[in-house]
């Protein structure tokens, strides 16, 4: 069955850098286009980054871009996000999530997520 394992996540201060991996396992992993999306605290569901099935195009949302890079090794089945220059306002719940519709945003697996806390 399709699984989505998060990990990675923790406590850094601000400015700090942190990377997430997802292991991905249970289906053609290079088939597929990668999304990462995030929870704050109290708030709705925030869609982060996306990367195509083979890695050359990757997209940002305004309040990541320049800071957060999202890549993949298809060959380890695995999606990453490395994270610098970290702020308060990133603190969330961080999933991975595959893209069952080629980058359009419907979301049909995701993992259980992985702790992002940002505080001095």
């Known amino acids: 069955q399709v699984q989505l394992v998060e990990s990675g996540g923790g406590l850094v201060q601000p400015g700090g850098s942190l990377r997430l991996s997802c292991a991905a396992s249970?289906?053609?992993?290079?088939?597929?286009?990668m999304s990462w999306v995030r929870q704050a605290p109290g708030k709705g569901l925030e869609w982060v980054s996306d990367i195509n099935s083979g890695g050359g195009n990757t997209y940002y949302a305004d309040s990541v871009k320049g800071r957060f890079t999202i890549s993949r090794d298809n060959a380890k089945n695995t999606l990453y996000l490395q994270m610098n220059s970290l702020k308060p306002e990133d603190t969330a719940l961080y999933y991975c999530a595959r893209d069952q519709s080629w980058g359009r945003g419907e979301y049909d697996y995701w993992g259980q997520g992985t702790q992002v806390t940002v505080s001095s």
């Open positions: 249970g289906f053609t992993f290079s088939n597929y286009y």
